[in-house]
């Protein structure tokens, strides 16, 4: 379900073709993701949720990406060809999590150059939720992010050398 202002629309986020390119300043998913993840097809979904919501954001827009992911998994479907993303993590336990918690859950959580967590790094709550506040920075257009989606190299696979 899309909220837009007062209104509510029923669609597949896969394919939000009813709203043009660059529409929306925010995005926010809480559980969207994670669920595709367990449905058939679940890379291809991925990659189309993320490249739709690339392509609806303004330059500079914001996709709040809440899930049980860690960095393993849910950086490389935001590094996805054809997105450019700058992205930044928090780390949050658990409602109701009773363990000590050594840092801030504000402060953000350095990622390595490709996407994960710094060596040794492990969340006090196992159960934590990941939270990625990935800005829109200037990248491909919606053509050359399709194609992205339909050449040879998986859509999902990490870029190399890239911050």
Known sequence: MIGCGSAHLRMDVRDMSMF????????I??????????????PLSAAQIVLEVDRLLKPGGV?????????????????Q??????IVLYILPRPGFTGKIRRHVLDPVPLTERGRLPDGFVPEDPDSHYVYA?????G????????GLTGAASPTVERQGEE
């Open 20 to 27: 043009p390119d660059e529409s929306f300043d925010c995005a």
């Open 134 to 138: 990935c800005e829109k920075m200037q």
């Open 63 to 79: 996709f709040i990406l809440i899930t049980y992911g860690d960095p393993s998994v849910s950086v490389p479907h935001l590094n």
């Open 81 to 86: 060809s054809g997105c450019n993303w700058k």
């Open 29 to 42: 998913d809480k559980g969207t993701l994670d669920s595709l993840m367990c449905g058939v097809d679940a």
């Open 140 to 147: 491909l257009t919606a053509c050359e992010k399709m194609q």
